[in-house]
Each structure stands twice: as C-alpha cells, then as structure tokens.
C-alpha cells in the first residue's frame, strides 16, 4: 500500500539555523499539507499546497516557514531561523484530487531545536 | 468552522462496541462530520466521514443524529490496537483538517 514518507525521522538543530523537512507524498495526489503537533498538544495545521501553490495557511506560517515542490516527488518545509517554540512533530500529509475526504499522513519528523 | 466537543477520554473492555460522542450544534449544511485518530505519536488516521446519512466501512460506523448536531463513531469490537486518541472534525469538503484535543480511548483486556 502506497503511503507517505518523510525524512529525517529526527532533526536535532541550533536555535537560529535553517531547516529543511522532506516528504514524499503519494505519487498520483495533488494536494499536500504539512501539520505539527507540539509534544502533548492538538496538531495543528500549517499549510496547503496545490498546483504549486499555496492554497490556505494557517497564523502559524508565518514568514519564517516557507514550502517547495522542488520536483515532482518530494514536497519540503522551510524554516529559516528556527526557534526554540519550532519544537514538535512535523507531519505531511497529502490527498488525490478526488475523493477529497481522505488525508494520508507520514510517520513525522520530530524537530528538536536547542 | 464549526466547533466539535468531545469527552477528553473513555474506556472501552476489549471486544465490545466503543461508542465515542461528538457534539457539533454549529455545524452548516455543506460540512462533513470526519473521524481520523492518532496512535500514540504516530501521523493522523482517516476513518470515515459523513454528510447526514449514517456510514459503515471495514473500521468503523458513523451515526449522524437527524439534526445533525451530533455523531457518534462506533467501533464495533473494539481491539487493544484501537487504543488512540479519536478526532471529530467538521470541515466543508476538501478542506484541510483541523484537530481539536479529541477523546483519549483506551481499551482494557
């Protein structure tokens, strides 16, 4: 069964550094959304990407984060100066077209920032 | 959106039907009632969705009240694997999810 991955499983990174999070969604979806859900916390949704481009983004995404297609497989998160409140488990998650009911979520990358 | 309230947890013997509540008095005419559910820090789970009518697939059944105001998701024979945390969602179709704190279900031997 197709499903999502993401890399790394764990990133461990300097407060004020750049992070790059990767997903490879499924490979016939066209939607695809990065949530993160602070340890003992609700997840939250960050953003949407469609057709290349953001479709809806939460208050969260601010201009720290950004999002890229890069190619036709992967689909990043960007953080640019991370900050120690970035901590938390990043899911990416993606969808067909149609039906548009069923989000497939990653296993997550856990960001640590020290 | 819609909000959706949920019992922050429930206990459930294995092997018996888990009956899990949600409560949606806000809810539109064009938005979906969906049930996804985290194990343990594992990414969110689809498992199923609704309009108004009542809905039945290999996990799960959704019962949706005639007003609509309300759902409840039963897991008919509930497993130790079912222990999860479960998300009532109301969101217009195709929109992205968005996760209130759910119900803590834990199914005991």
């Known amino acids: 069964e197709p499903e999502v991955t993401q890399t790394p499983s764990h990133q461990v990174t300097q407060m004020g550094q750049e992070v790059i999070l990767r997903c490879v969604p499924i490979?016939?979806?066209?939607?695809f959304y990065w949530y993160r859900q602070i340890l003992g916390q609700k997840v939250e949704f960050l953003v949407s990407?469609?057709?290349?481009?953001?479709?809806?983004k939460s208050e969260i995404f601010d201009d720290q984060f950004s999002v890229e297609r890069p190619d036709g497989s992967n689909f990043t998160l960007k953080i640019r100066s991370t900050k120690l409140e970035d901590s938390a488990m990043y899911f990416c998650?993606?969808?067909?077209?149609?039906?548009?009911?069923?989000?497939?979520f990653g296993p997550g990358t856990r960001l640590t920032v020290t | 959106d819609a909000k959706t309230t949920q019992p922050p947890s429930m206990d459930c013997a294995e092997g018996r039907a888990a009956n899990l509540p949600c409560n949606h008095s806000?809810?539109?005419?064009?938005?979906?009632v969906y049930w996804y559910r985290q194990i343990h820090s594992q990414g969110p789970q689809y498992i199923i969705h609704?309009?108004?009518n009542n809905e039945t697939n290999e996990m799960a059944s959704l019962i949706i009240t005639e007003d609509r105001k309300s759902s409840t998701l039963i897991l008919p024979h509930a497993t130790l694997r079912d222990t999860a945390v479960y998300y009532c969602?109301?969101?217009?179709?195709?929109?992205?999810?968005?996760f209130g704190a759910g119900t803590r279900l834990t199914v005991k031997p």
């Open positions: 990407f469609y057709n290349n481009e953001i479709s809806e």
């Open positions: 806000t809810i539109s005419g064009n938005e979906y």
């Open positions: 969602i109301v969101r217009v179709e195709g929109g992205d999810m968005r």
């Open positions: 490979s016939n979806h066209l939607y």
């Open positions: 998650a993606s969808r067909r077209l149609s039906p548009v009911y069923e989000q497939y």
């Open positions: 609704g309009l108004k």
